[in-house]
């Protein structure tokens, strides 16, 4: 099929990539032209792994190409939107005119027939909106919302084999003409098994929020229990392990740490809450307001501990930072906990030193005012404190006893209950957890 990708970031580029695996026919539109440039040439605008190797791949195909005209769309059958959907700022609520600038533009070149398939996030009933715009008489095309779930640092693998598709289509109906078309589109996924399900627009679009929210809902009710545990003197990793071995509850997104951040979770479950005060349903979502207040709270935390390692003063203290992205595998600082709390320390008086496997070029875009070093061996020279605040494997691998010769002092705050503490003590090394005794 021809495909066009309008938007392509940490969603489009990857999607656009996936597409052209599965056979199709794509082309990627972006308005930034350094983005496209770099795609062109087969090389990914951010860290993902795999997805320089799959844009390689495909690009030799010719199934693949990149352009910043949107007139390029002319001629596709399905149109996927994944441009962002910010936090506007100021406000909770999420910035749509980005979403709505591409519909706009992308209508000139819609033919009979075409598919528009929003798959950004966005609030419950902006499919409704647009629908008259895409599916007017002029153009007698139609509109899908069709979410996406990936995860970034997953983004390739979790594209070609999601756990399941959800179509929303304008009537809610298996019949409705957009949903044999997507079938095609994810023909190769479909027939290894992944479900789909068709639903109306609105559902479709609570269906991304809901997901988002209950992921960052499970992440902070398992941080309000590493407050209880700490001030309860027991350990939130063995409670997690305990409660998640029950199926109904699960082990996964129950990590203790330094909370949630990202270009999504933050922002869906803050976007969330705004419009369910449009829709006059506020209170159905004001435990997200909690939700937010227990993440944050997290950030504080550190830095308490932090103080509280370093014998109760940080100023002058030599701290060093592992971990930069908001989670590993990933170069995305927005919304990073561990940025947050490294700027944090500094204003109160550190001396710290940033280290991180591929996000220091984008944390020094964020917090120009941060101490950045990329070899790790440099930087936990010397230091007073190492805080692991995003759980790269090589700083899961640190070796506490050759690491102990480096160091100033040996103190270690583990900001996601990685480590394995018995032997970090052993090494002669004060460790602290969070939510551990
Ligand atoms: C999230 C969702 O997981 C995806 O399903 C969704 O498609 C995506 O948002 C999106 O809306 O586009 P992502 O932002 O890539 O994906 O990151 P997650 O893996 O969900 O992690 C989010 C944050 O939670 C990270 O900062 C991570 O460190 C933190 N986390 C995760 C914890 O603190 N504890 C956990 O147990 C799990």
């Known amino acids: 099929m021809r495909i066009s990708v309008i938007g392509c970031g940490y969603l489009g580029a990857v999607h656009a990539a996936c597409m052209a695996k599965l056979g199709h026919e794509v082309v990627g539109i972006d308005v930034d032209s350094r983005k496209i440039a770099e795609?062109?040439?087969?090389?990914?605008?951010?860290?993902?792994?795999?997805?320089?190797?799959?844009?390689?791949?495909?690009?030799?195909?010719?199934?693949?190409?990149?352009?910043?005209?949107?007139?390029?769309?002319?001629?596709?059958?399905?149109?996927?939107?994944?441009?962002?959907?910010?936090?506007?700022?100021?406000?909770?609520?999420?910035?749509?005119?980005?979403?709505?600038?591409?519909?706009?533009?992308?209508?000139?070149?819609?033919?009979?027939?075409?598919?528009?398939?929003?798959?950004?996030?966005?609030?419950?009933?902006?499919?409704?909106?647009?629908?008259?715009?895409?599916?007017?008489?002029?153009?007698?095309?139609?509109?899908?919302?069709?979410?996406?779930?990936?995860?970034?640092?997953?983004?390739?693998?979790?594209?070609?084999?999601?756990?399941?598709?959800?179509?929303g289509v304008s009537d809610g109906s298996e019949d409705h003409p957009a949903v044999a078309a997507l079938d095609e589109v994810y023909a190769l996924p479909l027939s290894a098994g992944t479900p789909r399900l068709v639903t109306d627009h609105p559902t479709a679009e609570l269906v991304k929020t809901a997901a988002n929210s209950f992921l960052a809902t499970k992440i902070s009710f398992i941080n309000a229990m590493a407050e209880l545990c700490e001030a309860a003197g027991a350990d939130v990793t063995r409670l997690a392990d305990a409660i998640g071995m029950d199926d109904r509850i699960g082990r996964k997104f129950l990590n203790a740490g330094i909370g949630f951040g990202g270009g999504c979770l933050p922002k869906d479950i803050r976007a969330f809450m705004a419009r369910a005060g449009e829709l006059g349903a506020d209170q159905a979502l004001t435990f997200l307001r909690e939700v937010d207040a227990i993440n944050m709270r997290r950030r504080t935390r550190v830095v308490e501990l932090s103080r509280e390692l370093c014998g109760g003063s940080l100023m002058g203290k030599r701290i060093t930072v592992l971990g930069a992205s908001f989670k590993p595998e990933s170069d995305d600082v927005r919304d990073s906990p561990a940025l947050s709390i490294a700027a944090q320390l500094q204003l109160q008086g550190a001396i710290v030193t940033v280290t991180d496997p591929k996000a220091l070029a984008n944390a020094a875009k964020r917090f120009p005012e941060l101490h950045y070093e990329t070899s790790s061996e440099k930087a936990v020279q010397r230091a007073d404190a190492l805080l692991l605040l995003t759980e790269w494997q090589e700083y899961r691998d640190l070796d506490p006893y050759e690491l102990v010769t480096s160091v100033s002092t040996p103190r270690i705050l583990d900001g996601r209950n990685v480590l394995d503490s018995a032997k970090w003590r052993a090494a002669g090394w004060s460790y602290r957890g969070l939510g551990r005794p």
Not at 66 to 90: L, N, R, Y
């Open 39 to 167: 795609l062109a040439e087969a090389r990914a605008p951010f860290y993902e792994p795999e997805l320089d190797a799959l844009l390689k791949e495909v690009q030799e195909t010719g199934r693949l190409t990149f352009t910043t005209d949107m007139s390029a769309a002319e001629g596709s059958s399905i149109h996927f939107i994944c441009v962002g959907t910010p936090q506007k700022k100021g406000e909770n609520a999420a910035d749509l005119s980005y979403v709505d600038a591409a519909v706009t533009e992308l209508l000139p070149y819609l033919s009979p027939g075409d598919l528009v398939v929003g798959k950004s996030t966005v609030p419950v009933g902006t499919a409704a909106r647009l629908s008259d715009a895409v599916q007017g008489q002029e153009t007698e095309a139609h509109l899908v919302w069709n979410p996406e779930f990936l995860r970034e640092g997953h983004a390739v693998s979790d594209t070609l084999h999601p756990d399941r598709f959800v179509y």
